[in-house]
């Protein structure tokens, strides 16, 4: 069965550095996302991609952060200098359509900024 | 925006069934979504309800009222495995909006 993988699974950083997180979506699918879930909290819309832009971001999605599709096939999230209430797990995710269809999840980078 | 609104946490028993209530507010609506989680790991899809009524998987089933923001997630036969948190999510424009989960408890 496909899946979205996504790597590294885990990250430890200090404080201030970059971090790139990346993410294979499934083959066929068009639309891209990332989310994160602080630990204990829920489930955060960050950006949505499509088309090779992008096409939603919430506020939590400031000039910290960037997304790209560099070759076609992989998905990166770039966080420019990391603070510690980045610490998170960031989930990466992808469907077929807009509007229907289930979103298809990674098993997550989970981010530790010390 | 959205607003959705789902209880933190139940406790039930083996082998009895449990009833999720979620409630929402959007602007613009494509779907609504439930989502089964466990501690560490990543969303898994349960189920996807567009129009109203029930909708029925196996052990799982889902009902959305679009005209009174208000879906329910019903797991019948709990099974120790069932004890997860679950997730409701509302599609709107290119994107799912999750709710805060519901921790399932489910007891011997």
């Known amino acids: 069965e496909p899946e979205v993988t996504q790597t590294p699974s885990h990250q430890v950083t200090q404080m201030g550095q970059e971090v790139i997180l990346r993410c294979v979506p499934i083959?066929?699918?068009?639309?891209f996302y990332w989310y994160r879930q602080i630990l204990g909290q829920k489930v955060e819309f960050l950006v949505s991609f499509y088309n090779n832009e992008i096409s939603e971001k919430s506020e939590i999605f400031d000039d910290q952060f960037s997304v790209e599709r560099p070759d076609g096939s992989n998905f990166t999230l770039k966080i420019r200098s990391t603070k510690l209430e980045d610490s998170a797990m960031y989930f990466c995710?992808?469907?077929?359509?807009?509007?229907?269809?289930?979103?298809?999840f990674g098993e997550g980078s989970r981010l530790t900024v010390l | 925006g959205q607003n959705i609104d789902q209880p933190t946490e139940m406790t039930a028993t083996e082998g009895a069934i449990v009833q999720i209530n979620c409630t929402y507010q959007?602007?613009?609506?494509?779907?609504l979504f439930w989502y089964q989680q466990h501690a560490g790991e990543a969303p898994t899809f349960l189920s996807y309800?567009?129009?109203?009524g029930l909708e029925e998987k196996g052990r799982f089933s889902s009902f959305l009222s679009r005209s009174k923001g208000y879906s329910y997630l019903l797991l019948k036969e709990l099974q120790m495995k069932d004890s997860a948190s679950y997730l409701c999510a509302v599609a709107a424009g290119n994107k799912l909006t999750f709710g805060g989960g519901t921790r399932v408890l489910v007891k011997p």
């Open positions: 309800n567009v129009l109203d």
């Open positions: 083959s066929n699918h068009l639309y």
């Open positions: 959007t602007s613009g609506f494509n779907g």
């Open positions: 995710a992808s469907r077929t359509s807009e509007n229907t269809g289930e979103l298809f």
